[in-house]
T-cell receptor
Framework: LAKTTQPISMDSYEGQEVNITCSHN???????ITWYQQFPSQGPRFIIQ???TKVTNEVASLFIPADRKSSTLSLPRVSLSDTAVYYC???????????FGTGTRLLVSP | DTEVTQTPKHLVMGMTNKKSLKCEQH?????MYWYKQKAKKPPELMFV???????INESVPSRFSPECPNSSLLNLHLHALQPEDSALYLC???????????FGPGTRLTVT
């Protein structure tokens, strides 16, 4: 059974780095992980995607360790506007399933 | 144009009504998705269309009927819904199964 879990909530302050972890079991070598940001009453918005080691773009980094049992979204220097819910999405190709993580509510304070 | 549009934004329907949700994208994407999202929960995959053919149906009740008339358009036909079907219905599209998904703003459905 594909199961993808995240911490329920995290608190941070402006300018800090935030790391959000997604735990996923039974993930195969080519299964990819995608992270999304969602504001209230809006659709999720793409942040970053990868399937191994480290990926970086202009807004975030994604770290996937060798055992592939988890992945970490890193947001450098968060601002108030980063307050949102963050979801990982795992594409379990073996199960032919797309499973969103449980979601992490990030609150950034001044 | 990187936008996925969904209509209507809000829909209230009775349990005996028939209604449809519409989703449109003009990015040339070949995969389109329907998700259901309850309050404070993650989106749950309902259907996936790939090249206009239904490729994944996550054991969704038959009162939800998807349709993909062409590569840009995705519909979700609703009939005899239950109050517990009230949720935000999200549409998404992607270039393919391994590509990032672009989500629409969703349709807020209330079943009375």
């Amino acid at each position: 059974l594909a199961k993808t879990t995240q911490p329920i909530s995290m608190d941070s302050y402006e300018g800090q780095e935030v790391n959000i972890t997604c735990s996923h079991n039974n993930i195969a070598t080519n299964d990819y992980i995608t992270w999304y940001q969602q504001f209230p009453s809006q659709g999720p918005r793409f942040i970053i995607q990868g399937y191994k080691t480290k990926v970086t773009n202009e807004v975030a980094s994604l770290f996937i360790p060798a055992d592939r049992k988890s992945s970490t979204l890193s947001l450098p220097r968060v601002s108030l506007s980063d307050t949102a819910v963050y979801y990982c999405l795992v594409a379990y190709t073996g199960f032919q399933k797309l499973v969103f993580g449980t979601g992490t509510r990030l609150l950034v304070s001044p | 144009d990187t936008e996925v549009t969904q209509t209507p934004k809000h829909l209230v329907m009775g349990m005996t009504n028939k209604k449809s949700l519409k989703c449109e994208q003009h990015m040339g994407h070949r995969a389109m998705y329907w998700y259901k999202q309850k309050a404070k929960k993650p989106p749950e995959l309902m259907f996936v269309y790939s090249y206009e053919k239904l490729s994944i149906n996550e054991s969704v009740p038959s009162r939800f009927s998807p349709e993909c008339p062409n590569s840009s358009l995705l519909n979700l036909h609703l009939h005899a819904l239950q109050p517990e079907d009230s949720a935000l219905y999200l549409c998404a599209s992607s270039q393919g199964g391994d590509w990032e998904q672009y989500f629409g703003p969703g349709t807020r459905l209330t079943v009375t």
